[in-house]
């Protein structure tokens, strides 16, 4: 098949969907954006952050979904407030306490049905699995056990790739996609604190700073503080 | 390990996740029951199923999610009033319009987290693959394929089996586990539709009513008729 694939897009509203988004709608000839609550800290502005990018790609088939049974289930820092949120470690052994688990099974699953009903063929999701926070559910070990899932769960006529197009890549990589495709980095929220600007001490603050330091470009986006991450670049160099 | 699992269970209130729940506080130290609303036309019913059916075995621990996105994502006669569910049909060669897209990939989904969070190594689902409406993810298949899922997007300590003790079981087989074990059915809810008693006309009513006369049993719950599987098993005999 030559022609271009439809797709569904997983639009959390932070900067690597931001990217994949960006990727999947140059590689498509149509998107469809989905966007899960989860009973998030950030929930209201990571969907804002979603309409806004949404709105610029000019998207007309987006699916809101509630999966606050996330928040009741809890285990995770991201949901359950009684959990703090570590400030940032890039250099992380174990797997951080805003891990949700197997959060992104639920976003594919549903992404998935989705696909199915509409006749789409493929799934981009902004999954990192090198340079993030060693999530299990961000590995691509995971996408391509999760794609025989696919195959095995729904109708035979149907056919749906995850497209993990960010999942090798490093930070400052990502930065410099998302500025060769001319993506709106000022419209995305990664922080994982629900301050009125980004905290820049958090994992998701302190990976998305070092990515733009390392590119070489600013991040258009204001902080809190970035002097974690100017220590660590005067340390250590680009 | 010689301890019994604590198990996580999927109960919709059915006959077949009746029976699999059984079989799974025999076979468990502890059960944690879940149940989802979806927008099914038998929402309602099938959760005062799910109530009764976890009373009569004690369980303290429920979860009760709603997947009310499965409703706008639509393409199924369960979720969609404008698609009719159509008379059972029990030689059926193509896959009816009752499939709900992916759906126990959903379940399986939250069971996980839920079973990560609560530290429990096994996961019961009552699916039938043969003597069934030939759903996909009603096949082995794509619970051997889940588990790999599962396997690489949790945590590596996390160790989570999917456990389908009615996979490969005739419903007449089902009716007589489910006797030997001495579950309530008088507490299930099968069909389709949402009446005040099971019509018996559905390809659910149909498959558990023929479960029924195949094992030589009567069906404790009423049904509105029960002519064609009676005309069927005359025919056909058991």
Not at 57 to 67: A, M, P, S, W
Not at 70 to 94: C, M, N, Q, Y
Not at 146 to 153: D, N
């Amino acid at each position: 098949m030559n022609e271009k694939p439809f797709s569904v897009v997983l639009v959390s509203g932070g900067m690597d969907s931001l990217v994949c988004a960006g990727i999947a709608v140059a590689e498509s000839r149509r998107c469809a954006f989905l966007h899960a609550n989860y009973g998030q800290r950030t929930e209201r502005r990571e969907l804002e952050s979603f309409h806004r990018i949404a709105d610029f790609y000019n998207i007309k088939e987006r699916l809101l979904v509630d999966l606050n049974y996330l928040k009741h289930i809890g285990g995770s820092a991201l949901t359950d407030t009684s959990i703090e949120v570590p400030p940032g470690e890039l250099e992380r052994k174990e797997i951080p306490p805003t891990y949700v688990p197997f959060r992104n099974a639920h976003f594919l699953s549903i992404a998935t049905s989705w696909a199915e009903v509409l006749g789409a063929g493929r799934i981009y999701i902004g999954a990192v699995e090198e340079d993030s926070s060693g999530y299990p559910d961000c590995r691509g070990s995971f996408y391509r056990a999760f794609e025989g899932a696919i195959k095995e769960g729904t109708r035979p006529t149907t056919q749906i790739e995850i497209i993990t197009p960010l999942i090798h890549m490093k930070k400052a990589e990502i930065v410099r996609k998302g500025a060769e495709l001319g993506v709106p980095f000022e419209l995305s929220w990664s922080c994982y604190r629900d301050g009125g600007v980004a905290c820049g001490r958090c994992d998701s603050c302190l990976l998305r700073l070092r990515g733009f330091i390392e590119a070489g470009m600013e991040d258009p986006i204001p902080y809190e503080t970035v002097d974690i991450l100017q220590k660590t670049s005067e340390e250590e160099g680009p």
